[in-house]
């Protein structure tokens, strides 16, 4: 089964992402994207490690066709 993100889902950790690459990462911004990753995973039933895999993978590593 694919995994499937939402567009709220990639906003939230490109700007973790963001923050994270910067050093100023904060509690909030993470709190957030994993409060996100764990309602989706919830309503969606796939695993909340698959989503948050997922997530990072397309985030940090995209692949020409993810853009």
């Known amino acids: 089964m694919a995994i499937e ?3 709220e889902l990639i906003k939230l950790e490109t700007a973790a992402w963001t923050e994270i690459q910067a050093g100023a990462l904060t509690t909030v911004t993470a709190e957030a994207v994993q409060a996100a990753i764990t ?3 919830a309503a ?3 695993s909340r490690y698959d989503v948050e895999r ?3 993978r397309k985030v940090r ?3 020409p066709d993810d853009e």
């Open 5 to 7: 993100l939402t567009d």
């Open 39 to 41: 309602a989706h995973a």
């Open 44 to 46: 969606t039933g796939q």
């Open 54 to 56: 997922e997530l990072k």
């Open 61 to 63: 590593h995209p692949e």
